[in-house]
């Protein structure tokens, strides 16, 4: 095909059927379709070869408009060809009507046909025989038809209590039939007559709002709707309808003929809708059916079919993904100044304008700029508006000329705009506002004076990382986190994350985490180590805008270490007091990681809906208590393991007295031992272990399985305390992993008398714990079942998610030893799927390796699992061992992957 942008545009905007179409194949239809059009063969002929003309006709690059209106052209031949067999005696008195997308005259390659079956009353008898032969032989010649039969007084009742079925009904065409009794419906479907045009606006743009709240009210998706998604073609059609119920309108250049639209505007709007049919119409192309979903398996082959080719930093998937995102932001922004024209038009009541300043005035609760040449006498009202709507909560929108002259204004933030200390001090007014941070600041990207003020912000406008570890766009990712914390200012939400909540609440200068939040990720598609670069560009900004060197530096330091904190709680074995004792030595002091903590739960939140649960939310307050403490102590005299094992010891004793456990009991229990279980477990998570085992009968072989639904730790733990047994940590993993849980952590703790103490902290595949009674009996069970069973074979059956199979990660393994704790250190990474820990149980268990802990952590589609491992004597392996280790794992991951 041509270039990516190489698409054409329309130049009639047609909302209803053009004229007719220059196919060649239209104009011999009577002749392929023979003297005897009630042979179904031939039909069948005809829909198939001009099938594949329209894919050919595509992929030769012809304009995307000509093959919409082109198949509806065809259908409509058909089905007139159809209804002259098949419609005799009585039903010449009904009317034959396209509604819905294709009454305007649009239907993609698989679109759904929709008609409607006009009648003068219901059918009966001969009437009903002769409409089901009719609509057999649709279906015999392979037309998938949506259809409905109705009287005239049917439709206006179901209209009248149904927007959507108005909706269809409002785009009605004839194809053949009864002329005078579509004109009948169309007099009782009259605004006059049901859903008045202010009615009607209020019904769309409610349902618009409920259609963007399925999709996180984001346009941002990494696999949106290009139908129904925000900024997508229902947006561009719902302006339409308002358009035909208020004006009457056919076609969007009459928006721009009332004065709705200027001729820019109504070319942006046509490009979009352009660029959006194309997409559409690819997807149908290569998936042969109707598929109106952008997933990861068509971006690909859709990028490649456009034209699109990888560049040094950008895969050829992002750039058209990033035009994607881009054209939807576009319509977004005239959606929304369409629909408030129309407000402007049919819901509001004349009144004077109320003065705000000598620039702004409200009228009819919008704001609004007192002339159109405010922003070129004043270019600082640019930013003055979001100050003032900050400031009056009470003023519900933009006007719609204000929004237009803002646009037609983002010329004048230039070099010298972004240098003026007036502009400074705005700028930091919004992000230092009580209320309306995150609102303002998402305005302003929707206006295009976010990406103008902040340059290197309009350069991530849009841009996708191709995995599934990132859910949204750079830019819409980036205000989620400005978006999460400003949830933890405000005391309303302090029970989502009430640690969060308090630290952020008592920071002296929240700015400084909105401004870290807004560079964090700015640096990303430069190539490099984007938290170095975006660290620079921040220091750089904060400078620029009047903050004080410190603040500054905090700044840089947060956006350059925004990674630190949730890697090293994830993949560092933070039991260990060393761990502690570096982190608490990179941070400095409490204020650093106070920001530093705020910031790492904000962005873990907004990187992906499915990757922040109970368990990250423990894991991250357990790990700053820990190095809080540690720089509450001082640097001077960190923490040391002796002393943190009987400060353990002497809680999880409070907890087991408190419980009624006898001392006797627990010395007994404690003394099989060593110090590592007591580094490894938390007083809560000991006690409840020695609940389970003090009640045991110590001289029992039989194996202990208990669960935890809800531990301290935001998971269900699963206890399994039984003989030290071949391959137990592969045949837990895949027991567990079988029933679809995702296990995120294990610890392995030997026991003096040749036990194993076996954890793992489980959780569903939506991120909660287990609180069902007969899941966690079933979990159980199953578990017991594979206990007394060691002879079954070890596997996991269960087939990767079709995200996932998209990706291929390549598998990389590296071994270090740690001399300190006498252990080596295992970390891989590899893709993500059902049964990986199992094979890596597998090996460990073939290569006589014995595993003390795994910390688990899934990015998207990718497995980055870290294994605390010793040979059989508890000590680190040697070099054979490790090599051999390393090789043996890569083969047999290799080999799985491959099957």
């Not at 640019?382 to 000329?401: C, D, T, Y």
């Not at 006589?848 to 040979?871: C, N, P, S």
Request: proline share 5%; glycine share 6%; charged share 25%.
């Amino acid at each position: 095909m041509a270039t990516p942008d190489s698409d054409p545009v329309e130049e009639t905007g047609t909302l209803a059927p053009p004229g007719e179409p220059d196919w060649p194949l239209l104009a011999r239809l009577p002749q392929l379709l023979g003297e005897s059009p009630e042979a179904p063969a031939r039909f069948r002929e005809v829909l198939n070869q001009a099938h594949e003309e329209l894919k050919a006709r595509f992929l030769a690059d012809e304009p995307v408009e000509a093959l919409v209106h082109a198949r509806a052209a065809l259908i409509d031949r058909v089905l007139q060809a159809a209804w002259r067999a098949h419609a005799t005696g009585p039903m010449n008195t009904w009317a034959l009507v396209a509604v819905g997308g294709y009454g305007r005259g649009e239907l993609h390659l698989c679109s759904d046909i929709d008609i409607l079956l006009l009648v003068p009353q219901p059918p009966e008898g001969a009437e009903r025989g002769a409409l089901e032969r009719l609509l057999a032989f649709l279906w015999d010649i392979g037309l998938e038809v949506g259809h409905s039969v109705r009287t005239v007084e049917e439709c206006a009742e179901q209209s009248s209590a149904d927007v959507s079925v108005m909706t269809t009904l409002i785009e009605a065409r004839l194809l053949a039939g009864n002329e005078a009794l579509l004109a009948r419906m169309r007099e009782a479907l009259s605004p006059e007559r049901i859903w008045p045009v202010r009615d009607f606006f209020e019904a769309k743009v409610h349902e618009q709002a409920e259609r963007h709240l399925k999709a996180n009210d984001t346009a941002y998706n990494l696999e949106p709707n290009v139908k129904t998604g925000p900024g997508g073609l229902r947006d561009i059609q719902t302006i339409a309808w308002v358009a035909k119920r208020h004006f009457g309108s056919d076609t969007l250049d009459e928006l721009s003929h009332h004065g709705f639209l200027s001729l820019a505007e109504l070319r942006r709007l046509k490009q979009a809708r352009s660029f959006l049919w194309k997409v559409r119409f690819g997807l149908h192309v290569l998936t042969g059916r109707r598929e109106d979903r952008l997933l990861f398996d068509h971006q690909i082959k859709l990028a490649q079919t456009f034209g699109y080719e990888d560049a040094s930093y950008t895969l050829a998937v992002e750039q058209l993904m990033q035009r994607y995102y881009r054209t939807v932001k576009d319509v977004s922004l005239l959606n929304e100044l369409l629909l408030q024209l129309f407000r402007e038009a049919i819901l509001t009541e004349n009144e004077p304008p109320r003065p705000l300043n000598a620039r702004f005035q409200v009228r009819c609760g919008s704001l609004e700029a007192v002339s159109e040449d405010v922003f070129a006498r004043s270019p600082s009202a640019l930013l003055e508006l979001f100050v003032l709507l900050q400031q009056n909560p009470e003023i519900k929108g933009v006007r719609a000329s204000t929004m237009r002259a803002v646009t037609r204004s983002l010329w004048l933030i230039d070099e010298e705009f972004r240098q003026n200390p007036r502009h400074h001090r705005l700028f930091l007014e919004i992000v230092r506002a009580p209320v309306g941070v995150t609102h303002e600041l998402r305005r302003m990207n929707t206006y295009g004076v976010l990406g103008r003020y902040i340059p290197a912000f309009g350069r991530i406008v849009g841009r996708m990382q191709y995995d599934l570890f990132h859910a949204y766009t750079v830019d819409a990712h980036t205000l989620f986190v400005v978006s999460n914390l400003r949830r933890f200012a405000i005391p309303r939400y302090d029970h989502e994350l009430p640690q969060a909540s308090r630290i952020m609440q008592q920071l002296p200068r929240p700015e400084v985490a909105y401004l870290a939040a807004l560079f964090h990720d700015i640096a990303k598609g430069r190539g490099g180590d984007h938290s170095e670069l975006g660290a620079v560009d921040a220091e750089a900004f904060c400078l620029e805008q009047g903050l004080s060197p410190y603040d500054a530096r905090i700044v840089a330091w947060l956006v350059r270490s925004h990674l630190t904190f949730s890697l090293t709680a994830q993949k560092q074995d933070i039991g260990d007091p060393e761990v502690i004792n570096a982190f608490a030595r990179e941070v400095g002091d409490e204020a650093h990681l106070d920001y530093l903590y705020v910031l790492t739960c904000a962005d873990v939140r907004a990187t992906n809906p499915k990757l922040w649960n109970s368990w990250k939310a423990s894991l991250f307050q357990d790990f700053y208590q820990r190095v809080r403490r540690a720089l509450r102590r001082g640097l001077e005299t960190p923490i040391d393991e002796e002393q943190l094992v009987c400060e353990t010891r002497e809680a999880a004793r409070k907890l087991m007295s408190e419980r009624g456990i006898p001392t006797a009991d627990i010395e007994r229990h404690w003394a099989r031992f060593s110090a590592a279980y007591f580094l490894q477990h938390s007083p809560e998570e000991i006690a409840w272990h020695a609940r389970h085992l003090t009640e045991r009968d110590p001289h029992s072989e039989e194996p202990l399985v208990a669960l935890d639904p809800q531990s301290v730790r935001g998971t269900t733990a699963v206890l399994i305390f039984t003989r030290a047994r071949h391959h137990g940590f592969a045949r837990t993993t895949a027991v567990l992993d079988q029933l679809g849980l995702n296990v995120v952590d294990a610890r392995i703790t030997p026991a003096g008398d040749g036990f194993s103490l076996d954890l793992y902290h489980v959780l569903e595949d939506d991120g909660a714990p287990i609180t069902d009674t007969d899941r966690l009996e079933e979990i159980e069970q199953a578990l017991w079942r594979s206990l007394q069973r060691p002879q079954d074979s070890v596997a996991v059956h269960r087939r990767a998610p079709r995200q996932v199979r998209m990706f291929h990660t390549p598998t990389q393994i590296a071994l270090s030893t740690d001399e300190r704790n006498g252990r080596s250190v295992l970390e891989l990474t590899a893709g993500d799927r059902p049964g990986l820990l199992c094979d890596v149980g597998k090996v460990l268990t073939g290569e006589r390796i014995a595993l003390q802990a795994a910390k688990i952590m899934t990015v998207g589609e990718r497995a980055e699992d870290v294994f605390y491992i010793t040979d059989l004597e508890g000590r680190p392996l040697d070099e054979a061992t490790a090599v051999r280790l390393r090789d043996n794992l890569g083969k047999a991951l290799e080999r799985r992957s491959a099957a």
